[in-house]
């Protein structure tokens, strides 16, 4: 009685089981036909022909322009401000007046002085017409002598005074600031304009002594200011420090940039030294090449779906692309975008190429 429905149960049992085991090797072979595609999918990249061209080969400084000709413009007297005669942005000459001071003192004292000088000079002929006529001492003449000395001594004190009543460009530039107002009452020394000669533009960079061979003045350098990105100025070497900075094992070179509109002293930049140029060379974009541990590569295409790793060794380089040697030829496709899915031997769908099958 026990056995005869035990048996069904037994038997039902065992087909789950079954169903189950059938399931889970259906689940087995799907994964690994899945897996099977996924390394056999073509990963999409954009590619590019390699070509031949000119290069330079370019060192890199970063730094700020300055003026190698600025000043500031001081006051020699304690006076009140009666005139500006410059502005901000005016481009003045040497010895132009900037700025006017009361003078009504001065002009007395002056007229005072030149009155003085007078008298004394007509007093020092009288005694000397009398000296010739032997009726005074040659004391009482050299007194008069001193006399008038002293009163023409006083006459230059008096034009000096006045003259620091007239604030004057003590070079030819542009007024970069001005730091007083008419009816301000300045002080002795006190700062009042600031002056820049916009003709005496330089960058100063610090080159790495082992680079310093490849670095000669008059070289041609390039300043490209994060400002005006779509600018290059040029420029070039004018000197180059005679010793190395024992600290930094770097040597100052002053690059000369001739003034052009859009260059502010202060403004940063980037410095371009063209230290060597290649009139025919293979060219690799920057962008095709990945680092892998201590080497460079980039991925080649082969028979247009396969990739292939090329071992290269930079040699020139500037901003976008380098050279190479007989790592790679005018004509290869490279990647340079997508390589992050890629392994030798992978399968490729090119996208995204101008002028490329995909």
Known sequence: MHIQRAVPILLALALAAAGCGSKGSADNGADAKKDEEKETQAVPVEVTTLERGPIEQLLRYSTHLEAERAVEVRSEAARKVVALLAEEGNRVAKGQPLVRLEDEQQKTALSRAKGQVDQTRREFDRRAALYDQKMISEQELTQARYELDQAELALADAERELSYTVVRAPIAGTVTARNVKVGDTVAVNQHLFDLVDFDSLVALVYVPEKE??????????????PAAPDRLFAGAIDRIAPVVDPKSGTVKVTVKVPYE????????????????????????????????????????????????????????????????GDELTAGDRVVIAGQAGLKQGAKVELVGTPGEPG
């Open 212 to 225: 310093l061979p490849a670095v000669a003045v008059g070289q041609e350098a390039r300043l490209a200011p």
């Open 261 to 324: 509109s859009g260059l502010r002293p202060g403004m940063f930049l980037e410095v371009e030294l063209v230290t060597a140029v290649e009139p025919d060379a293979l060219l690799v974009p920057k962008r095709a090449i990945v680092p892998d541990g201590t080497q460079l590569a980039v991925w080649r295409l082969v028979d247009g779906d396969t990739v292939e790793r090329i071992w290269i060794s930079p040699r020139l380089e500037d901003r976008e692309k380098v050279t190479v």
